[in-house]
């Protein structure tokens, strides 16, 4: 890597499209938002002087993620600079945890049209799951060598065999914003009625204070891991965990799944976007339907009250993090598949 081309929309210009899009809705207010196509056009001009800017002899361009174009730059233009892309998302993907009619088909439509140019100005398209590779092919009609899965890398490195404690009847739920739309709510549902059944259950809650205060939970709020004094407590909390638990309605990758696979701890998601491919494609646990209460109860008073089939699953979803979701395996599938261009 040569450099990074950094940029940020003004704070008046952001403020000003976030107004524009004003809804009574507040579902509706952010989905306008979240697809607001003078935005990411905007953007694609503020990336473009960015890239304008660097001094460094390259050769090739990525970016992250499709909320900008960065094909019409100049420099780009007139040196044939391949471009390639990053993604853990794509409209698609979004547009399935949307509820129908929360926006017009126009609205959809615009965001559907620029993202699918910002696609065909590029030579490959990276992606971090083999689920959001298949939507690229299918949805938008890339061609298959085109789009490229390059995977995930864990942010915790273990090195050596993972000796864990499962006994210790702890689950781990983290989100940092959208409690409803995690999954939340059912895991409370199912938390109370499984530890009538399992005596000594606990729930540890991160990410927020949700003003959940009642037996058993406990709430460590915002942890900063960028901080070393909360990445301390973050890791603490997977390493005493036996069963982490995130029933999202929907998940655009779902890292906070790999993080707590790197500690050897099961899983349990839903049957939406990647998780099925990160959790069951791994065995490192089990996906339930989103909303199914019930199904949540059932597993966690199955699991907690077996330590040899925790112990199965933990220990299958760290040899996937071992082999599977590393930084180096990640770089050298992009590298490989960057390296016939330049």
Not at 145 to 152: I, L, N, T
Not at 272 to 301: C, H, Q, W, Y
Request: proline share 4%; aromatic share 12%.
């Amino acid at each position: 890597m040569c450099d990074v081309a950094d940029f940020e929309m003004p704070k008046v210009l952001r403020k000003a499209f976030f107004l524009r899009n004003l809804s009574t809705s507040k579902e509706r207010w952010n989905v306008k938002d979240q697809l607001d196509v003078g935005r990411y056009r905007l953007a694609g001009l503020y990336a473009r002087d960015a890239v304008g800017e660097i001094q460094a002899s390259y050769n090739s361009v990525i970016q992250i993620g499709s909320s900008f174009c960065i094909g019409k730059s100049p420099i780009i233009k007139k040196n044939e600079i391949p471009l390639f892309s990053y993604h853990d998302n794509n409209f698609s993907s979004y547009v399935r945890s949307v509820r129908p009619g929360v926006v017009g088909h126009n609205h959809l439509r615009r965001a559907f049209r620029f993202e699918q140019g910002v696609y065909e100005s590029l030579t490959r398209v990276f992606t971090m799951s083999k689920t959001l590779r298949k939507s690229f092919i299918e949805d938008f009609g890339l061609p298959e060598e085109k789009v490229v899965y390059a995977g995930f890398g864990s942010p915790f490195f273990r090195n050596g065999a993972i000796d864990k404690d499962y006994s210790q009847r702890n689950i781990v739920f983290v989100a940092t914003h959208s409690f409803e739309a995690k999954g939340g709510r059912e895991l409370l549902d199912a938390f109370r009625r499984a530890r009538k059944v399992v005596p000594g259950l606990t729930l540890t809650m991160i990410g927020k204070d949700w003003g959940v205060d009642e037996p058993g939970i406990k709430c460590l709020g915002f942890l900063d891991k960028r901080n070393e004094a909360d990445l301390s407590i973050y890791k603490r909390s997977f390493e005493e965990a036996s069963l982490f638990i995130l029933p999202s309605h929907n998940e655009a990758f779902g890292e906070v799944f790999i993080e707590a696979m790197s500690y050897g701890v099961p899983c349990i998601g839903t049957k939406t976007g990647v998780m099925p491919e990160i959790i069951e494609g791994n065995k490192a646990g089990f996906v339930v339907n989103p909303g199914d209460s019930r199904e949540l109860t059932r597993l966690i008073i199955e699991l907690i009250e077996s330590e040899d089939e925790l112990r199965k699953l933990g220990q299958a979803g760290f040899q996937a993090v071992n082999n599977e979701y590393q930084w180096s395996t990640v770089t050298s599938r992009i590298i490989n598949a960057i390296e016939p261009f330049v």
